[in-house]
Nanobody, 121 residues
Framework: QVQLQESGPGLVKPSQTLSLTCTVS??????????WSWIRQPPGKELEWMGA???????YLSPSLKGRIFISRDTSKNQFTLQLISVTPEDTAVYYC?????????????WGQGTQVTVSS
């Protein structure tokens, strides 16, 4: 059973960098054909795919966030990390990590429970 767990600060000040880590257990992030995504849901809005890192380490980023988003991984810890720079209150959302077999797809078989991030001074 694959499990994903998000971790990171729940409050970030405007203009700062939001950093979240997803720790994966029960499966390796280097296993062929899996993609590890960050998805968020702002209050009252739909889920938004932000980006993914694939089993080979390649990254796939939402065009709407390019220039602000960075995704990396630490294979020794079986973790992948989201960094979102220059945040504004519009980046307030519940952030999820999830696994899929297609980068940027809509079908995810495992999700983290989500973590609330609020951008406020």
């Amino acid at each position: 059973q694959v499990q994903l767990q998000e971790s990171g600060p729940g409050l970030v000040k405007p203009s700062q960098t939001l950093s979240l880590t997803c720790t994966v257990s029960g499966g390796s992030i280097t296993t062929t054909s899996y993609y590890w995504s960050w998805i968020r849901q702002p209050p009252g809005k739909e889920l938004e795919w932000m980006g993914a890192i694939g089993y080979s380490g390649s990254t796939y980023l939402s065009p709407s966030l390019k220039g602000r988003i960075f995704i990396s991984r630490d294979t020794s810890k079986n973790q992948f990390t989201l960094q979102l720079i220059s945040v504004t209150p519009e980046d307030t959302a519940v952030y999820y990590c999830a696994r899929s077999t297609i980068a940027g797809g809509t079908q995810y078989d495992y999700w983290g429970q989500g973590t609330q991030v609020t951008v406020s001074s």
